[in-house]
């Protein structure tokens, strides 16, 4: 067990998942004051925001970013980078259009929008762009300190703006405005910590070594972004179908939640994922299996026993903490908890896929997560179920389906060992 935390490869986990955990520590002690200044019906609306902006996002650069720790040459790293900010700036203007020529035709549901919304959107997407190009610039120089700092950053600008605009009764706009403002704060505090690797992107790039670098790795935005847009979408479809079955107030809920369980595995899984894919890329693509082994069984060590005292204070904290009228939400939360620690192990090791280039297995386990997801939430059109039964409906064959993931990646991986 002591040799299970040994090792720089923990130490460079914990290091990043330190950032992530200053974050989420920023949003948990500003959570009870949010949840005193906005209803559930506000967070409810704010959690649509929440999914649209976590759809689009994962896509904001067509993915590639994963390709940046790739190539030997920091001049081949360098045109790839400009390749995805070239893809997330037309996206973003893609996007700022269509939401505004819908607003502007009066077609629903982009008719009712509010401005925050209209606006926050291609914001954040831009930011995220920007985020996800400079994060895996300092994966590939093993920056991982920035990162952590970056991580910060988003925590402390989005609860410091939500707060303050919750007081002087922003409502929903509040929580969108805040949200977008953090994104902001940390790509930017990214940039500002990779001057050197920032300031070169582009340098020296001819329209025709860009052309002949998106020929190369037309894999990524052809099936690895549809990939993650299946995968976004059954991450973010509970919300919407909780909305469209229950309300807005327990879509508000189940999105508190999911902030207190399921916001800690993402960043620890994100975290995780940005190491593993420096040592991938170091040297381990040739035999990923001992990586992916090492990085399953110390993730699992790292989470096993947070994740069990969270289902166990969960019901008990969140009426005294976040208020009586969130009580339900933590119900919630211990339900979710075995969905959340699987999706950790098997969130962090995905990137497997992408980084050996196995596009199209990775394509067909999102198809298959899609299916599988819209099929539980398809449920209360059939049989009625209450919202705590759909919720452990969705956790018992999500946390399946996790499971299922890892024992797929393993076996792929086991079929490209040395020998095979």
């Known amino acids: 067990m002591t040799q299970l935390f040994a090792g720089l490869q923990t130490r460079r986990i914990l290091g990043v998942a330190a950032g992530a955990a200053s974050a989420h520590g920023v949003v948990l002690l500003a959570s009870p004051i ?62 700022a259009v269509v939401l505004g020529g819908g607003k502007w035709l009066g077609i629903p549901p982009l008719a009712d929008a509010s401005t925050a919304f209209l606006l926050g959107l291609p914001a954040g997407v831009a930011a995220t762009g920007v985020y996800q190009i400079t994060n895996y610039l300092a994966v590939r120089h093993e920056r991982f300190g920035s990162i952590a700092v970056a991580r910060g950053g988003l925590g402390i600008g989005t609860s410091l703006v939500q707060v303050v605009l919750g007081a002087t009764a922003f409502g929903s706009a509040g929580l969108v405005i805040g949200d977008v403002v953090g994104r902001i704060v940390s790509a930017g505090t990214l940039v500002a910590g990779l001057p050197d690797a920032a300031r070169e992107i582009g340098r020296k790039l001819s329209v025709r070594a860009l052309r002949r670098r998106a020929k190369a790795l037309r894999g990524f935005p052809l099936l690895s972004a549809p990939a993650i847009l299946l995968n976004s979408f059954g991450l973010y479809l509970p919300l919407a179908a909780i909305g469209y079955h229950y309300g807005a107030a327990e879509a508000g809920l189940l999105f508190l939640a999911q902030r207190a369980v399921g916001l800690p595995s993402a960043l620890l899984s994100s975290a995780t994922s940005q190491v593993y894919i420096a040592e991938l890329t170091r040297g381990g693509r040739q035999n990923p299996v001992p990586i992916f082994r090492q990085t399953v069984a110390r993730l699992f060590g790292l989470a ?106 393993r076996l792929l991986l086991g079929q490209r060992a040395p020998g095979r």
């Open 34 to 95: 949010l949840t005193r200044l906005y209803s559930p019906a506000d967070f409810g609306v704010y959690s649509f925001f929440f999914a649209a902006l976590g759809f689009v996002a994962p896509v904001a650069t067509l993915r590639y970013e994963l390709a940046i720790p790739l190539p030997r040459s920091d001049k081949a790293a360098r045109g790839i980078a400009a390749l995805g900010l070239l893809a997330s700036a037309a996206l973003t203007t893609l996007l």
């Open 304 to 409: 096993v026993v947070p994740f069990i005292i969270a289902a166990a204070v969960s019901p008990v904290v969140f009426g005294p903490l976040f208020g009586a009228e969130w009580i339900n939400a933590g119900q919630l939360a211990m339900i979710l908890v075995p969905f959340y620690f699987f999706q950790l192990l098997s969130g962090a090791t995905i990137s497997t896929l992408d980084v050996l280039m196995l596009h199209k297995a990775r394509f067909l386990r999102e198809t298959v997560f899609v299916v599988v997801t819209v099929a539980v939430f398809a449920t209360p059109l059939v049989w009625h179920l209450d919202l705590n039964d759909l919720v452990l409906l969705h956790s018992f064959v999500g946390s399946l389906f996790y499971i299922g993931s890892l024992l797929y990646v």
